[in-house]
DNA sequence: TAGCTTTGTGTTTTT
DNA sequence: CACAAAGCTA
C-alpha cells in the first residue's frame, strides 16, 4: 500500500530531499526550483527541462515546508499534461500529490463552479456541452433569430461567440461593440444561446473560464477563500493563456496592478502573489482560440518585481535540428531573443525530400520508417506529423498496407462516437432533469416512435410551464397535441428513465449504472439486432465505455482511501483549507461525466509494444520523439492558406518550430508537388518555411521518377524546377504548374542531387502526368478473383467478384460480410 | 415515423 | 472523398 521509503517523512529526510532535488539541475534551472515567494516567470526554451522545472519546484516547495501538497494548485493545458506532471512528481514526492490540485484549466474550473454553483444561478449538477453539442445549440439559436443558418455558418457564429467568452465579454457588451451587420447578428445569437444554455442547467467549455472568473470577480470572500487555500499557483504553457485564464490567475494571485478596475479596491490581504508561469512565446500556437501572446510577454509589466529565468540549454536534440528552428524562429518578429542550444553534438542532417503526389509522399515515409525499424529501432520512437487531420489518412493507409502498427493521436475521438455519446447523453440526462439536448438525442435512441414532431411539443411545453423537461416528459397527458401513440411512447420511455434514475439513487456506481442504461433502454438489443459489421464495433465501444465505468469507480474508490488517510494525518488548519468544504460534493456520476466531457483523446493508449505514433503538429506540442517525419510541406497545406489569408504566418511559423524541435536525433521533412485536395489533383509547391532552413544543414532527395535509375545532372539552365519558387512574388496558394516539367530538376545552389528522375526538356507534360496516373494505378488497383486484400478500417478480405467500372466484391474475414467497392476509391489494395 | 436515397457542403489547429 | 441535412417513399 505505502511505498516504501515513505518512513522517511520527517524534517530532516525532507531538507536532504530537497538538496537532492537539485542535483543534476544547471543553473538557471536551479534558480528556478528554489526561488521562494514572489511572481516568478520561467522563460522556457524548447527541450530545456521545463516540466522537469516545475516538477522539482513543486517537489522543493514541499520539502522545505513552504507548502502543503493541498496549497498547490498546478494549471496545465491538456490532461495528457496534467496526468504526466502527476506521475513525475509523484515519483519525486511519494503519494502525497493526492491532496494537490494539478489538472488543466478547464478541469480545475469546473471543480471551482461545483462547489460554487448556487451562487452563479446554476446547480451543481449542471452539464458540460462538448464543442458539437454548443454548435447545435448555436444553430438553433440562429433559426430562432430568423438567421438563415445557411449563410451564417453556425462554426463562425460560434467561434465568434467563444472568442468574446474569452475576451469575458457578455452578449450585450459584445452588441455594443458590434460593428456590421454580422457583428449584430452574432451577438444577437449570443443572446439567444446563453439564454438556451442557462436555462438547460449547462454550460460550454468557454464558460467554465469565465463563470469562474466572474465568481471570484464578485464573491471576494470566495476569493480570499481560494486564495488562501492556493499559496502557490504554477502554470505550464502560460503563452497559451487566454483574457479570462489571464483574469483568472490574477485573481487567484492578486497581481492584477494591471487592471484599473483592481487598483482602486485596496490590496487584499490574502494576496500572496506566488505565481510561478512557464512558458515559450516563441511556441504560442493557439492564437485561433484566443490565446495571446502578450500574457506572458507583459508578465514582467504585470508583476514589476518578477524574478525572471532564462532556460535556453536544451536537452534533447541534436545541433542540427536546433539550428534549424533557431534559424527558422528568428524570421519572427518580436519574440523574446532566444537561442536553443545543446550538448548533444551535431548530430545527423535533416533531410528534405520531394515527392510527387501525397500517396507517393505516404509510401516513402512507410519505406523509411520500415527501414528504421529494421534496423531495430523502436516503434515507439517514431512520429509523423502533419498540419491537418485529414493529411493522416494517406499516412495511414501506407502503414496499413506495410503492415506497421500505429497509432492516432487525437483523431478520431472516442468520446465522439454517436454511441458513446448517446451513452453519455443518457447519463448526463440522469444527472440534469433540464438537459434537453441530451433529451432530444436520446428520447430517439434507440427508435421508440417517438419522433420530432413530439419531441418539439415536449420541449415547448416545458419551456411555457416553466418545468425541466424531465418533468414535462413524465407527464406526457399535459402536454397539449400529443396523440395517443406518442403519449404511451414517452410515458415507456419515462418510465424506464425514472428506473435507472432510483438505481442512480440508491447509489449504484458506475460501471454497473452504463450497464443498467444500456440494458434497460433497449440501446444494446437494438445494435444486437442490427447484425452488421458497424454495430459490431459500436458494441465493443460501448463496452470499453463499460470498462471505463468500471475503471473509474475502482479509482474513485482509492481516491476516498487516500483522502481519508490524508485527513486523518493533516493538521487541522488543513482541512479548513479544504475550498470544497464550503460546497456540496460532486456526485461519483458527475464526476466520471466531467473526466469524459473535458478529455479530447481517449489516453488510453495501449503502448507495451509501443507503436508509431501520427498526430497533428498541435498534437505533438510538449512530446519529444527520437525520429521526426514532417509531412505535408507545402505552401497553402503549412502554412496553411487561411492562416496566410489571415496574415497569421508567425503563428503558422511557431508551429513549425515546434514540429522541429519534437525531434531528437533525426527529422525527415516532406512535400508532394501534387495532392488531392477535395478528391480534385492540385499541384502544389513547397513550403516557403522550407527556405528558411540554411541548406547546409539539408540533405535533399526526390523521389518519385524513379524509372531507369539513371541519375541525372542537370546543367544551369535548368535550374529552375525545385526551389524555382524562391523569391517569386506569390508564395501563396496553389500556384499552378503545367505538367510535371517545371518540377523536375534540381537546385545547384543548394546542393541538391538528384537520385533519379525524367528529363523534363521537351516532355508533354499532360501526357506525363497521364502515363504516372495510369502507372499508379497498373501497379496497385487492379484486382482479380480470389486476390488477397486489405482495407483501411475493415481490415482484411478476399475478393470474389469482379464487376465493370472498377466494381469489386470483398468478403472480409473480420465478419465476413460481403461488400461492393469502388476501387479508385475505396482505401483498398493487395496484400 | 423511419429508413432510405440524393444532394450539397466542406477541412486548421483543441480544452 | 466523407459527412450532414434534406427529400422521398413505405
Not at 542532417?349 to 528504421?372: C, K, N
Request: with cysteine.
Amino acid at each position: 500500500m505505502v511505498p516504501s521509503g515513505e518512513d522517511d517523512l520527517t524534517k530532516a529526510g525532507d531538507s536532504r530531499r530537497a538538496q537532492r532535488l537539485l542535483e543534476g539541475l544547471n543553473g538557471p534551472q536551479r534558480e528556478a526550483v528554489t526561488h521562494q515567494e514572489g511572481p516568478l516567470l520561467i522563460l522556457a526554451g524548447a527541450g530545456s527541462g521545463k516540466t522537469r522545472v516545475l516538477t522539482h519546484r513543486i517537489a522543493f516547495l514541499l520539502f522545505t515546508g513552504a507548502a502543503q501538497p493541498s496549497q498547490i494548485l498546478a494549471i496545465t493545458f491538456t490532461n495528457k499534461a496534467a496526468i504526466e506532471m502527476r506521475q513525475r512528481v509523484e515519483s519525486l514526492i511519494g503519494p502525497r500529490t493526492r491532496g494537490m490540485w494539478l489538472m488543466t484549466f478547464h478541469a480545475a474550473c469546473a471543480r471551482l463552479l461545483r462547489a460554487n454553483a448556487q451562487l452563479l444561478g446554476y446547480t451543481p449538477s449542471f452539464t458540460i456541452c462538448d464543442q458539437a453539442d454548443s454548435r447545435r445549440l448555436v444553430k438553433r439559436s440562429l433559426e430562432q433569430i430568423g438567421a438563415d443558418s445557411k449563410r451564417f455558418a453556425p462554426a463562425l457564429v460560434q467561434s465568434r461567440i467563444s472568442a468574446a467568452k474569452n475576451r469575458l465579454l457578455q452578449p450585450g457588451e459584445l452588441a455594443e461593440q458590434a460593428g456590421g451587420d454580422f457583428e449584430e447578428l452574432v451577438s444577437q445569437a449570443f443572446t439567444v444561446y446563453q439564454r438556451e444554455l442557462e436555462q438547460m442547467n449547462a454550460v460550454d467549455f468557454d464558460d467554465l473560464l469565465l463563470l469562474a472568473v466572474r465568481l471570484l470577480a464578485r464573491h471576494p470572500e470566495v476569493r480570499d477563500r481560494y486564495r488562501d487555500a492556493f499559496q502557490h499557483v504554477l502554470v505550464d504553457e502560460y503563452q497559451d493563456t487566454n483574457h479570462a485564464q489571464y483574469r483568472l490567475l490574477q485573481l487567484l494571485t492578486d497581481g492584477a496592478a494591471s487592471q484599473p478596475a483592481d487598483r482602486d479596491r485596496p490590496a487584499s490581504a490574502s494576496a500572496h502573489r506566488n505565481l510561478a508561469v512557464v512558458g515559450d512565446d516563441s511556441q504560442s500556437v493557439y492564437g485561433f482560440r484566443g490565446a495571446q501572446v502578450s500574457n506572458i510577454l507583459d508578465f514582467e509589466k504585470d508583476f514589476p518585481d518578477a524574478k525572471v529565468v532564462k532556460l535556453e540549454q536544451n536537452y534533447r536534440s541534436t545541433n542540427f535540428i536546433l539550428s534549424a528552428a533557431n534559424a527558422v524562429i528568428a524570421n519572427n518578429r518580436g519574440g523574446i531573443p532566444k537561442r536553443l542550444w545543446s550538448e548533444l553534438g551535431e548530430g545527423e542532417p535533416i533531410t528534405l525530400t520531394s515527392l510527387q503526389d501525397e500517396r507517393t509522399e505516404a509510401s516513402f515515409v512507410v519505406s523509411e520508417v520500415q527501414r528504421l525499424l529494421d534496423e531495430g529501432t523502436a516503434r515507439s520512437e517514431i512520429a509523423i506529423l502533419y498540419r491537418t487531420n485529414a493529411l493522416g489518412r494517406s499516412i495511414e493507409e501506407a502503414l496499413t498496407r506495410a503492415r506497421i502498427e500505429y497509432q492516432v493521436v487525437g483523431g478520431a475521438k472516442f468520446y465522439e462516437r454517436a454511441e458513446v455519446k448517446d451513452l453519455i447523453a443518457y447519463l448526463t440526462f440522469l444527472t440534469n432533469p433540464y438537459d434537453l439536448v441530451s433529451f432530444e438525442r436520446i428520447v430517439r435512441s434507440p427508435r421508440r416512435g417517438i419522433g420530432e414532431a413530439t419531441v418539439a411539443k415536449v420541449v415547448a411545453h416545458a419551456a411555457s410551464v416553466g418545468i425541466s423537461v424531465w418533468e414535462a416528459a413524465c407527464a406526457p397527458e399535459q402536454v397539449p397535441g400529443l396523440g395517443p401513440a406518442a403519449v404511451k411512447a414517452l410515458r415507456r420511455f419515462m418510465e424506464t428513465m425514472t428506473k435507472l434514475r432510483s438505481e442512480l439513487e440508491e447509489g449504484v456506481s458506475v460501471g454497473p449504472l452504463i450497464e443498467s442504461v444500456l440494458l434497460e433502454t433497449g440501446y444494446l438489443e437494438a445494435l444486437e439486432h442490427e447484425r452488421t459489421f458497424e454495430a459490431a464495433g459500436r458494441i465493443e465501444n460501448l463496452e470499453q465505455l463499460i470498462d471505463a465505468g468500471h475503471d473509474f469507480d475502482k479509482r474513485s474508490g482509492d481516491d476516498e482511501l487516500d483522502l481519508g488517510q490524508a485527513a486523518m494525518q493533516a493538521d487541522p488548519s488543513a482541512a479548513r483549507a479544504d475550498p470544497l468544504a464550503a460546497g456540496p460534493q460532486a456526485s461519483p456520476l458527475q464526476r466520471f461525466l466531467e473526466e469524459v466531457s473535458l478529455r479530447g483523446d481517449a489516453d488510453g493508449r495501449r503502448d507495451e509494444d509501443g507503436l508509431v505514433t501520427l498526430m497533428t503538429l498541435h498534437n505533438a506540442k510538449g512530446l519529444e520523439y527520437p525520429i521526426v517525419f514532417i509531412t505535408a510541406l507545402e505552401e497553402g497545406v503549412f502554412p496553411h492558406m487561411r492562416a496566410i489569408d489571415a496574415g497569421e504566418l508567425e503563428e503558422e511559423r511557431r508551429l513549425f518550430y515546434v514540429g522541429i524541435t519534437r525531434a531528437m536525433r533525426q527529422l525527415h521533412l516532406t512535400f508532394a508537388r501534387s495532392r488531392r485536395v477535395f478528391g480534385e489533383l492540385t499541384a502544389s509547391v513547397q513550403s516557403s518555411f522550407l527556405e528558411e532552413i540554411p541548406e547546409h544543414l539539408l540533405r535533399l532527395q526526390e523521389r518519385g521518377f524513379a524509372m531507369g535509375g539513371s541519375s541525372l545532372s542537370i546543367g544551369p539552365s535548368a535550374q529552375k524546377g525545385f526551389y524555382e519558387e524562391r523569391g517569386s512574388p506569390a508564395h501563396s496558394g496553389f500556384s499552378a504548374h503545367s505538367g510535371l516539367s517545371a518540377q523536375v530538376g534540381s537546385s545547384g545552389r543548394r546542393g541538391f542531387s538528384a537520385q533519379s528522375g525524367f528529363s523534363a526538356r521537351g516532355g508533354n507534360g499532360a501526357a506525363r502526368e497521364r502515363w504516372a496516373a495510369s502507372s499508379d494505378a497498373g501497379r496497385s488497383q487492379t484486382f482479380r478473383l480470389g486476390d488477397d486484400v486489405i482495407h483501411a478500417s475493415l481490415g482484411e478480405g478476399v475478393v470474389t467478384g469482379v464487376e465493370t467500372d472498377g466494381v469489386i466484391v470483398v468478403r472480409f474475414a473480420n465478419d465476413g460480410s460481403e461488400r461492393k467497392l469502388i476501387t479508385e476509391y475505396a482505401p483498398v489494395s493487395r496484400r
